[in-house]
């Protein structure tokens, strides 16, 4: 199994920094580190991410950041959105 990195965010504010920081980590590993690391944003927000939103946000980053969008029947209970 890969190693992950999972981390919750109920206030929007916090995410830029996180991807920010993630973005510096990133830069700061190894080629062969980078070449198996993946960064993947799961947005519990049907009603604000779309893929194209998701990809163009995560593009100020690192355009190698990807972003998953919930779907609408399938979001978490636990979800802000619900």
Partial sequence: MEPALLRLH???G???TTLAQLRQ???ELPPEAVDKLQIVLVSVDPNRDTPKQ???YLGY???QFIGLPPHRSKTCRHS???
Wanted: glycine share 0%; no cysteine; aromatic share 6%.
């Fill in 14 to 16: 916090h995410l830029p």
């Fill in 54 to 56: 998701l990809k163009q």
């Fill in 10 to 12: 109920l206030l929007p």
């Fill in 25 to 27: 980590i990133k830069s």
């Fill in 80 to 82: 802000p959105t619900r």
């Fill in 61 to 63: 980053f690192d355009p």
